[in-house]
């Protein structure tokens, strides 16, 4: 009885959180601008690379979760290496700082940023998007990176300088491989933020510099668009994607790690 209490709350709580999404998917492929289905079509995909805004927000929304990932995961790499060597105590401080945007909600940030920018009078637009994307993107590379540094062996970094190696053939091919989950795991975090992001990027942005998720949101301002579905379909696959990839990956290693 347990059991199937157990598997009913599990099937309602995956439903609550699904059912609209399914929805959603289901009348991008609805030939009407309606909310009753009148037929299978896929005329808002192909209206989607007609929309010369909608092309534009997926090339700067592509193109802020590229540059802002590889970024991040460099920063957020090199600043956990350093974390690790910190005391326990120096890290512990350091640790709960990083805390700190992981746990302010998304309008905080944005603001805070955006009184940044403007008190520095820095422009808005597509570096304001991608300084933003960073900020909120390299405490969740640190935390990826963090627990492989944790371990490993500390003293093989040291073994590998005392037979010659140079700090940057050691990181290469000593601490790199070691920690490259991690990263690898980071990356996909924080390119799935990014793409999904709306708050911050709402709040650091200029017009005519819009991600999609502001493009969608412009949109559903002037009513129901079938196109809204479309894109929504397409942001949730992407993200659906890279999880299911990260996901294959990280079970890969651990049998593999299990043998």
Known sequence: MIKILKKAYLGIIILIIYAP??????????????????????????????????????????????????????????????INQMTEWKRNIVMSVTYIPLLSPDIVTGISLMMLYSTLHI???????????????????????????????PNIYEAALDLGATPFYAFKHVILPEILPGVI?????????????????????????????IQIYSMARKGVNPKINAISTIVFVTILIILIINNMRANKKFKENAK
């Open 21 to 82: 999404i399914v929805l959603l998917m289901a009348f991008s492929f609805n030939d009407s601008k309606t909310t009753s289905w009148q037929g299978f079509t896929l005329q808002w995909y192909f209206d989607l690379f007609k929309d010369y805004q909608i092309k534009q927000s997926f090339e700067y929304t592509v193109t802020v979760a590229v540059v802002s990932t590889i970024c991040s995961v460099i920063i957020g790499t090199l600043a956990a290496i350093g």
């Open 123 to 153: 422009p808005f637009g597509l570096i304001t998007l991608i300084l933003s994307h960073i900020t909120f993107s390299v405490p969740y590379v640190i935390l990826s990176v963090m627990p492989r540094l944790r371990t490993m062996n």
């Open 185 to 213: 795991s980071g990356a996909f975090i924080a390119f799935t933020l990014s793409l999904d992001d709306f708050v911050v990027s709402f709040f650091n942005t200029a017009s005519g510099v819009t991600t999609l998720s």
